[in-house]
């Protein structure tokens, strides 16, 4: 089935300090992708979706200078969290509709922490 | 948009028990509904889904239900075992929209 790669899975950064974050397709081309903050215990938060060649689509209230989206590729988007916070800790997760377009495949997820 | 409801927040059976969790969607064109499993720091697994021309569905312990008038459907997972223990997450969507996720339902099954 379709596999969406995401790295790093862990990382700990200090505050002011840049982390990006690549989400990379597989053995599919994915040209929308899709990513989503979660808080421990809580449900997946849509940030913003991505479209290769285009900008990215942000949803109300995400900072877009803040989390920087980048898709230059049918296979790989990136989310950079610029001048991380505390705050911004959090789990971050991609996911890409499958060549049919109705399931979703996720990644692994990436465990950020700013100290 | 859509907006899916998911019930309860928090469930604890017994093993060998059976689970139901339940959602709720607005959106009448919705018509793919798939359910996650999520281990703790892990991504969500798709399950079972159901598309909207089809009522029922079974995979083994897990069926899904869809009431398209009510616009409801549910999850039952029968004989429940310690490794079900995980949240589980519905979602609602048409075709190459994004998917709308229900909040979450914690499953705890003792042993």
């Known amino acids: 089935g379709a596999v969406v790669s995401q790295h790093p899975s862990r990382v700990i950064c200090k505050s002011g300090t840049s982390v990006k974050i690549e989400c990379r397709s597989l053995?599919?081309?994915?040209?929308?992708m899709f990513w989503y903050r979660q808080f421990p215990k809580k449900s997946l938060m849509l940030m913003a979706t991505s479209n290769e060649g285009s900008k990215a689509t942000y949803e109300q209230g995400v900072e877009k200078d803040k989390f920087l989206i980048n898709h230059a590729s049918l296979t790989l988007s990136t989310l950079t969290v610029t001048s991380a916070h505390p705050e911004d800790s959090s789990f971050y997760i991609c996911s890409a509709p499958d060549r049919e377009n109705y399931g979703y495949t996720f990644g692994s997820g990436t465990r950020l922490t700013v100290v | 948009g859509e907006n899916v409801e998911q019930h309860p927040s928090t469930l604890s059976v017994q093993e060998g028990d059976s689970a139901v969790i339940k959602c709720t969607y607005s959106d009448s064109a919705s018509n793919y509904f798939p359910w996650y499993k999520q281990e703790l720091g892990k991504r969500p697994q798709l399950i079972i889904d159901i598309r909207s021309n089809v009522g029922e569905k079974k995979d083994q312990r897990i069926a899904v239900t869809l009431n398209k008038t009510a616009k409801h459907f549910s999850l039952h997972i029968t004989e429940t075992q310690p490794e079900d223990s995980a949240v589980y997450f519905c979602?609602?969507?048409?075709?190459?929209?994004?998917?709308?996720f229900g909040r979450g339902t914690s499953l705890i099954v003792h042993p």
């Open positions: 053995d599919f081309q994915a040209t929308t």
């Open positions: 979602a609602a969507s048409r075709r190459s929209y994004i998917p709308t």
